[in-house]
Structures are given as C-alpha cells and as structure tokens.
C-alpha cells in the first residue's frame, strides 16, 4: 500500500505541474500591447421617405485602438444613396474617449460632418455574433444642434470590439522539503495549485510529514493539512502568497503558505551564477481567529519536485 500511496502521489505531481509547464520562446519583434479596440467595416440601412422607397446606405469604417491610455487611429462614415450619389459623411479627426463595456463601445471624438462642418461625434457599437449594430451621431457640440444621427443593424461587414481582461497570477507546486535533520529525516509533502481570478482566487493546498525510511504498510503522517479553498493570493515576481481555512490535523486552521520559483528567468545572463532551489514554507494557527501563535511551522528548499509562479499573459484575437 506504501508503493501505491507513492504511485498516487507522483501521478497527482504530474497533473498538476503538467499543465502549467510551458516553453518560453523569443519574441522576433516588440510590438506595443494593445488596452483594446474598435475595428470593422460595413453598411447599415437607413430606411426611405416611404415604405416603398429603397434604403440608403450608410457605410462605415472603424479602426480606433487604446494603447497604454492613448488613442490612435480614425473613423469615417458615408451615406450612398439608391442611385449611387453620395450622401451626408462624417469622419473623424480628434479621438477623444473610448469606452467599452462587455461586448459594446462608445467613441467621442471630434471631427467633420460634409467636409466642412465641425462637429462633436458619438460612434456606438454592438458586437454579437447574433447580428452587430452601430449608431451614428453628428451634433454642434455646445450647440444643441443635431446634423445627423442614424443607427441600425449591419446588414454588410462585422465589428469587433476587443479590451484586454485582467491578467492573472498563478502558482502550482509539487514536491518536498526537509523539515527536520536528525537521524531520521522527515520531509514535508506538498501539492497546491492557485489561480487570481476578478471574482477571488481560485485552488487548494495539500501537505503532510512523510518518514520515507518506514518500514509500515500504511503511512500515518504526524501532521496533516488540507485547504480545499483559497480565501485570498498574492502573486509578485516569482513569489507566490496563498491564504486559506483548512485543517491541521482534523482541527479548523488559518493557513498560509509561501513559495518561491527560483527558475531563471529569460533573457541575456551578464553575470553566471548558480541556480537556487525552489522554496516553499507552510505556517498554519488553529483557529479561532483571535489565535495569534502558529500551531505549526515549516519551511525549506524544495529538494526534489517543482513550483512554478507566473502571470498568464493575454493576447487580442485577429480581426476577423
């Protein structure tokens, strides 16, 4: 039973550290990461003076992107009427916000309306797979004067509306430290994993002092502790800080555990010097709360497994 607990370990070692483990490739070109984006191109139709009537169309073309808090790029619109002749345009030629909320979008810029008329613009959009839709609008800013105003479904073309998510950390680990140095040596056993997510973090933690000299077919570790759910995480650099109430031994606890990836990280190494190990360290107070000494304390080099800390890096999609 003692190989099989083993066995079982090293496949749940495996899981974990397995999906986390990723080659770390050279960028051939740095390009600036973008906060988001508008982009598209279309028609909507605006209806006729009668039912019978043929629509207008109204064409648009969108391209206005947020890159550490400056705005770049332009949009233009045109009408063409049933019989090909030109009708009102606008275009912009000032960005002055974007706003995106889910999968919608308000630009305010400033800009022309036929050429010639300055004019205070409002460009919103609706990007869903279901049908886009867009709305159009061209006034005389402290004016309250309207030039146009026009929205509809598109009927040609697609929009996408694009802003970056909130990156987020995460940390997995799988291995042992030496927790006490006698002639007999105990190790600690520790398996956790933890992602930062907008809603609260998201993982477990695992640990328990394992003699690998016993002779015994069962393994009963002195000290036991089980998280089955983070209640907050921190991660900076290669360090990772998990908090979360378990158990220490069956009894309620508040337990903390540090760890360290002490991988070396990419880049040009001006200097040699020698990889450092892994560090873990796990502290756990019975509770309750007001208990302020820790029951239970252990810490050290990771001597043999793995921990792993990093930010999930986020890329936009290509337009469509």
């Known amino acids: 039973m003692e190989v099989s607990g083993r066995i079982l370990k090293a496949a749940l070692c495996a899981a974990i550290l ?7 490739s050279a960028q051939s070109t740095v390009l600036p990461m973008p906060d988001a984006f508008v982009r598209g191109s279309g028609a909507i139709t605006i209806p006729g003076p009668t039912a ?23 949009f233009s619109y045109k009408e063409v009427k049933p019989g090909g002749q030109p009708g009102a345009s606008i275009v912009s030629t000032e960005l002055k916000s974007l706003d995106i909320q889910g999968n919608k979008a308000t630009i305010l810029a400033n800009g022309k309306f036929n050429d010639t ?20 609008r061209a006034d005389g800013c402290l004016a309250l004067v309207i030039f146009y105003n026009q929205s509809g479904p598109v009927k040609q073309g697609d929009i ?9 950390g995460f940390a997995k680990g799988c291995g042992a430290i030496q927790i006490k140095a006698a002639v007999v040596p105990f190790f600690g056993e ?16 695992s640990y328990y002092e394992s ?89 050290g080099p990771v001597l043999r497994g793995d921990i792993i800390v990093g930010t999930n890096s986020i890329f936009p999609p290509s337009v469509r």
């Open 160 to 168: 996408q509306v694009w802003k970056k998510p909130v990156g987020y």
């Open 190 to 205: 520790f398996l956790f994993r933890g992602d930062t997510r907008p809603t609260g973090p998201v993982g477990m933690i």
């Open 18 to 24: 397995a999906s986390s483990l990723c080659a770390v």
């Open 211 to 299: 003699n690998p000299l016993s002779t015994g077919p069962i393994i009963r570790p002195g000290i036991r502790i089980w998280v089955p759910k983070l209640t907050s995480m921190a991660v900076e650099g290669n360090k990772a800080k998990l908090d979360g109430l378990g158990l220490l031994n069956g009894q309620p606890a508040f337990v903390t555990v540090l760890a360290v990836d002490s991988r070396r990280l990419p880049g040009p190494i001006l200097q040699p010097v020698p990889l450092q190990p892994d560090w873990f360290s796990i502290a756990a107070a019975i509770l309750p709360a007001n208990t302020t000494s820790t029951t239970y304390k252990a810490e």
């Open 52 to 74: 019978s009537a043929l629509p207008t169309l109204g064409t648009f073309s969108i391209d206005v992107t947020s890159i550490n808090g400056n705005l770049v790029g332009r």
């Open 117 to 136: 008329m300055n004019a205070c613009l409002t460009l919103e959009v609706t990007d869903d797979p279901a049908g886009d839709w867009l709305r159009i």
